[in-house]
């Protein structure tokens, strides 16, 4: 089974909406969303595996994402992007090549890697994140 996690509110399907970002809960009136704001997502996850060593203020969370690109995807190749928020990064890994800082950009909220293979490759990544210090209620929180 392939699931999607490319960011901007992707689902199973291998779709997401195409807005770049949708309000946060509470803050604005509800907008419909109709089926044709959808479009296929330029990468699926094939398999995941998350490993977390708990603790109340820096629990470091690992993940490897076998990732493919979407056959159903007619963009053409583009930067990989992953959603993440409250995230300390530490390490990012592409085929278990570590990467550099220059060849990935972050910032609060995403992870761009602009240069994935063409076919299969696995991104693995270790960041903490501080579950105590979560008040919005999403991810890992006490």
Known sequence: MSIDLTGCGCDKSG???TPSHSPQMGTETPQKINLSD???SPYLIDEVALHFRLESEATLVRSRLEMLPNPAWSGGKVPLALDGESL???EVKLNGKLLAAGDYEENDNQLVIPNVPDGQFVVETEVTINPKAN??????YL
């Not at 008040?135 to 890992?140: C, E, F, M, R």
């Open 88 to 90: 300390q990064l530490t």
């Open 15 to 17: 779709y997401h909406h």
């Open 38 to 40: 959808y479009a296929p």
């Open 135 to 140: 008040t919005a209620l999403s991810g890992l």
